[in-house]
């Protein structure tokens, strides 16, 4: 149902695990003392993808994604080479995520002639005050000449991520954010609430008692807020965390939701390819060697029975705007979602309403309560809640 997602084409996900500076919230795989490996990481990426096509296993992808880490730090002429190397459809999308101090027109100009259709500039918050609390190196200029740069180029669309719920941010803050960055007029927003997650020094600081967890009602009411000014400016939601005008909703990400395969390049990648699901070897130095050696890259694998699919296929849908069939035999349940104001049912389709997608998979619980009794067996249910990415 989730639509613009060819079954039959898969997406690639290619992770560049390097950044100059790690943000204290940040729990991705990537390396800030390792920069002087970017050259041979892109190297075993283009024989990765290399292998990928020869063995068969990549015909034409429908949509690339360039994530991290920080992929603006590969030199764009790097960069398009890696791209160059993986063959792809006429119409694909292709994604690069950028930092706002470390792109210029230049390397999005380099971008766009190698096929870059989409940028995605992590901003976070235009105030200052805001930008310290999440450590991040950035300023409000920088996102503006980014923008204005990615129009100088003629990307075709474009996406502005923001996090609400640092510390000390007030509602003035996020007023203030969605004031400029809707100044700008992006095509496509992703907002997120803070999350802490395990091992990363913000979580350090959280137990120290040094600053203090995100509120989870003050979250839910910026949400709200945000999606609010988001919708009367014209971007429509379509997932938990993100908006788009109509046309610019992320068809990489959409696949994901769908549950459509998607190739992994690059160290830390997570994959999935017919019922088998994997991810590569955790470092950029253990990825290069893998490659060198002629090895496959993957650290381990699994394989998801056709039932566990579909429960997470469920699961995901339901956090869209598309949300999925009414479920039969479950009346009752559903009639106590409506009544709580949690899910509507429209068209014969079950779709969360906005204080309804903040509860998304406590939704999924009530109507499928033995969502967790797996009888394809152990496997790690994904429990997003409203910060999660997904590559
Ligand atoms: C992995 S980053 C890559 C983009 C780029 N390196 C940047 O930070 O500008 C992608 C996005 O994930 C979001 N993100 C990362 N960690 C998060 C967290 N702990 N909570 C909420 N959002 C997070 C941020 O919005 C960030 O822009
Ligand atoms: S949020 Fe972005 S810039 Fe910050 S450490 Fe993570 S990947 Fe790097």
Known sequence: MIPGVDPDRPGVYVHVPFCTHRCDYCAFTTFTDRGHLIGEYVDACVTHVGRLVASGRLVEAATVYVGGGTPSLVPSADLARLLDAIPRAADAEVTVEVNPDSVDGTALATYRSAGVTRVSVGVQSTRPTV???LGRTHDRDNVT?????????GLP???LDLIVGAAGETDADLDATLDEVLALEPPHLSV???MVEPGTPLARRVADGEVPAPDPDVQADR??????RLTAAGLDW?????????GHECRHNLGYWAGADCLAVGAAAHGHLAGTRWVNVPTPESYVRRVADGLDPAASSETVGPATRERERTGLALRTRWGVPVPPDRTDRLADLV??????VTDGRVVCTPAGRLLASEVTLALWPDAHDDPDGPSPAARPGVGTRYH
């Open 192 to 194: 997120y609430g803070l």
């Open 131 to 133: 930008l310290a609390a």
């Open 157 to 159: 669309s474009w996406n």
């Open 238 to 246: 379509y997932e938990v965390s993100n908006w788009a005008r109509p």
């Open 145 to 153: 000449r980014t923008v204005d740069a990615l129009h100088r180029v």
């Open 223 to 228: 949400y709200l807020v945000a999606d609010a």
């Open 339 to 344: 009544g709580a104001g949690l899910v509507e």
